[in-house]
């Protein structure tokens, strides 16, 4: 079964950059759609950016023109690059299949956007 890590958080000020990157254990290309996933405090999980096999975008409305999603089939990795963030990007992020039934989820990545 293939699993996830992911890696790449911090703390960093308004209007700062981070890059996250997702590597998976086994083979991403069977999986057809990739995405990741944010859960701030008290909140519930929710899907910020999607990317399908061959490459085809979605994002949630709250980071769309802020945030790009990529995937390297190859090397079974699915980066995030996050641009002018703000407070309430602050959360735990994960990566795993855009599925009803997901894989298990990694330990996720901490964002923490603050001055």
């Known amino acids: 079964q293939v699993q996830f890590v992911e890696s790449g958080g911090g703390l960093v000020q308004p209007g700062g950059s981070l890059r996250l990157s997702c590597a998976a254990s086994g083979s991403i290309f069977s999986i057809y759609t990739m995405g990741w996933y944010r859960q701030a405090p008290g909140k519930q999980r929710e899907l910020v950016a999607q990317?399908?096999?061959?490459?085809?975008?979605y994002y949630a409305d709250s980071v769309k023109g802020r945030f790009t999603i990529s995937r390297d089939n190859a090397k079974n990795t699915v980066p995030l690059q996050m641009n002018s963030l703000k407070p309430e990007d602050t959360a735990a992020y994960y990566c795993?299949?855009?599925?009803?039934?997901?894989?298990?989820w990694g330990q996720g990545t901490q964002v923490t956007v603050s001055s």
């Open positions: 795993n299949a855009v599925l009803s039934k997901p894989y298990p």
């Open positions: 990317i399908t096999r061959g490459g085809t975008a």
